[in-house]
């Protein structure tokens, strides 16, 4: 059974940094892309940012280019998003998720779509006041 779980959401202020965490179990995490993505209240969910297996690829939605890192670890089954400079339109549920293995790994993840996305974690909050 594939868990995804999230964690480090919070309530920032702008122009401060968070540094989200995933682990996931039950699937073979190096074998597969995985991203973040983000829903805000009345809108539809986004991706944010993605990364092929091997962490060679990425992908960054051009509203967080410059301010957000992803990264993998591929021996702890780890990924994490580095968030810097938030802003209030960065304020969502935030979530976590891994390919469902179909396609290459580099495509996926740079496509970064949803519907590539199998495995979703119950999303971590981040909240930031103006």
């Known amino acids: 059974q594939v868990q995804v779980v999230e964690s480090g959401g919070g309530l920032v202020q702008a122009g401060e940094s968070l540094r989200l965490s995933c682990t996931a179990s039950?699937?073979?995490?190096?074998?597969?892309?995985m991203g973040w993505f983000r829903q805000a209240p009345g809108k539809e969910r986004e991706a944010v940012s993605c990364?092929?297996?091997?962490?060679?690829?990425?992908y960054y939605a051009d509203s967080v280019k410059g301010r957000f890192t992803i990264s993998r670890d591929n021996a702890k089954n780890t990924l994490s998003l580095q968030t810097t400079s938030l802003k209030p339109e960065d304020t969502a549920m935030y979530y976590c998720?891994?390919?469902?293995?179909?396609?290459?790994?580099?495509?996926?993840?740079?496509?970064?779509?949803?519907?590539?996305?199998?495995?979703w974690g119950q999303g971590t909050q981040v909240t930031v006041s103006s």
């Open positions: 998720a891994a390919a469902g293995g179909g396609g290459l790994s580099a495509s996926v993840a740079r496509r970064c779509a949803i519907v590539d996305f199998d495995y």
């Open positions: 039950g699937l073979a995490f190096d074998n597969v892309a």
């Open positions: 990364v092929s297996e091997s962490g060679a690829t990425t």
